[in-house]
């Protein structure tokens, strides 16, 4: 008991050695490094079902990885007997987001069930608090200001009362680790500082690990920020390296990142008739209207008898029409996980904020706005249907920032008449600098930085894995990638 006079160099809270967590259908975690040194506070950000909760149950061993080890406080728990299994999990402290008390208990009931697990059973098999014992709650209690609801029966307090009985019920266990699963789910977001600093004091210097959706909040009280996404580590970073660009990886939606493929364009020996058929292609309006029609010269140059269809609407439809046959090619600004379909990444662009050069009622300065700020501030939106919307929406709803409905006051069905209503006054709006370029050149409209918010526009061409691509639509491709090349200037 008690603390040696010898400094024994504690061992890591949690080290995770390729550490891998299979559900029935789903890899929770796959293949995860993270060493979590004794002391430290570590925050573990990701959007939902990033495996966030998976990790702290492999932290408070209520999990064993399917592959790979998982070691807490020195000790890998799939190989203990449940003798050492029990003392070892008497020593990690977890507050769940459901916060797991007894809602017919007293408050002083749900405290000590921290030191006897945290079952209904055992509140039953609990006997009588001895005079000591209830000394001891009560202090604990005082230290979350809740002294005084000793007796109270838990389901008489609030929502935050609640919380913060969770948190005295494991300052009473008074563990070596200390995990709390989403502190912030059900907080509001005034509150969310005040129930981080109490966690923090609790911690009184022990390792804390807490898993959240939400990064600006933890940033004053977690030096370390680990990025999870998908059951892999992103980033593991300090909390002064967490940029822009890495938020936007953890936040994006699938569907807009990075593809990683390529389309095959190896000429196959050319089938050629005396006038071929039209190259049909279906773009969305950013490729539609901003890239292919730039390369359509050269496309012409080099195969003077073929006629290019293109047709411009938007992602959906594009590859509705590639997949029914009515297009050979598409530039869309969305991928998808469609076994027929091939996408290669050809540009990448950036969503921005747009107002226009006078808008300064708004209280819009030169410093980037926090992404708080954002949701209510007047805006014009695209309709449902722009990947740009969906983007924008997914990205800030997963950031802890969601755009508010109620601030819309117009939704405009192209770049141009959104760009339009945003240089006219109407309100903010966003919309890719490649669309915007001819109005923010212009003086038209102007970017309006936003604090830690990046938002990449990819653009795509997608083909039919199933069909040969003919001669003309390969070259169209080797255009196309010559083109954003340009576009993205000398590397
Ligand atoms: P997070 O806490 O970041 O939202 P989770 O760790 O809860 O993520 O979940 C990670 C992935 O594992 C998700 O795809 C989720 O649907 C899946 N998952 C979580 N728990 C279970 C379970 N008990 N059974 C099956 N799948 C699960
Ligand atoms: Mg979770």
Same mark, same amino acid.
């Given at each position: 008991m008690g603390g040696t006079p010898t400094a024994e160099p504690l061992p890591p809270a949690l080290e995770l050695e390729g550490a891998t967590v299979d559900y029935r259908a789903a890899r929770a975690l796959a293949g995860v490094r993270l060493a979590i040194r004794s002391g430290e506070r570590v925050a573990i950000i990701? /959007?939902?079902?990033?495996?966030k909760s998976t990790l702290l149950r492999l932290a408070n061993t209520s999990l064993f990885p399917t592959a790979g080890v998982a070691r807490v406080l020195g000790e890998d728990p799939a190989t203990l007997g449940a003798g050492r299994l029990r003392a070892l999990r008497a020593r990690v402290g977890t507050i769940w987001q459901q916060l797991h008390l007894v809602a017919q208990a007293s408050v002083l009931e749900n405290v000590r069930m921290g030191r006897v697990g945290s079952s209904t059973l055992a509140a039953l098999a609990l006997g009588g608090a001895s005079g000591a014992e209830r000394a001891r709650v009560a202090a604990v209690l005082a230290r979350v200001g *809740?002294?005084?609801? *000793?007796?109270? =029966? *838990?389901? =008489? *307090?609030?929502g935050g009362e609640q919380q913060r009985v969770a948190v005295a019920r494991v300052l009473h266990q008074s563990p070596d680790l200390l995990l709390a699963d989403e502190?912030? #789910?059900? $907080?509001d977001p005034a509150r969310a500082a005040e129930v981080l600093r109490l966690l923090v004091s609790a911690a009184e210097g022990r390792t804390l690990v807490v898993s959240t959706h939400l990064l600006e909040p933890v940033l004053p009280f977690f030096p370390r920020v680990v990025g999870l996404r998908a059951g892999e580590v992103l980033f593991d970073l300090p909390?002064? =390296? $967490?940029g822009a660009a890495d938020l936007a990886r953890l936040y994006q939606p699938l569907g807009a990142t990075p593809s990683g493929e390529r389309i095959a364009t190896t000429p196959l020996p050319a089938l050629r008739g005396s006038s071929g058929p039209p190259l049909r292609v279906a773009a969305s309006t950013l490729p539609g209207d901003h890239l292919l029609p730039r390369v359509l010269p050269a496309l012409r140059a080099a195969h003077p008898d073929v006629c290019v269809h293109l047709s411009v609407s938007d992602t959906g439809a594009a590859l509705d029409a590639l997949l029914g046959g009515d297009a050979e090619v598409a530039l869309v600004g969305a991928r998808d996980l469609h076994p027929d379909l091939v996408f290669e990444d050809v540009l990448e662009d950036e969503i921005v904020l747009l107002a226009a050069p006078a808008l300064g009622g708004l209280g819009l300065g030169a410093a980037p706005l926090p992404a708080s700020d954002l949701a209510r501030l007047p805006r014009v939106d695209r309709e449902r249907g722009s990947a740009t919307r969906r983007i924008v929406e997914a990205q800030l709803a997963e950031m802890g920032s969601p755009l508010d /409905? #109620?601030?819309?006051v117009a939704e405009a069905g192209s770049p141009a008449a959104l760009l339009g209503a945003i240089a006219a006054g109407l309100g903010v709006g966003f919309a890719s600098r490649l669309s915007a370029a001819a109005d923010l050149a212009a003086g038209r409209v102007r970017e309006v930085p936003v604090e830690r918010l990046r938002i990449p526009r990819r653009v795509y061409a997608a083909v039919r894995r199933d069909r040969p691509l003919p001669e003309t639509a390969r070259a169209l491709l080797d255009l196309v990638r010559a083109e954003a090349a340009r576009a993205r200037g000398p590397a």
């Open positions: 990701g /959007p939902s079902g990033a495996g *809740l002294e005084h609801k *000793l007796d109270e =029966r *838990l389901e =008489r *307090l609030s502190p912030l #789910a059900s $907080v909390r002064e =390296r $967490v /409905p #109620a601030a819309q």
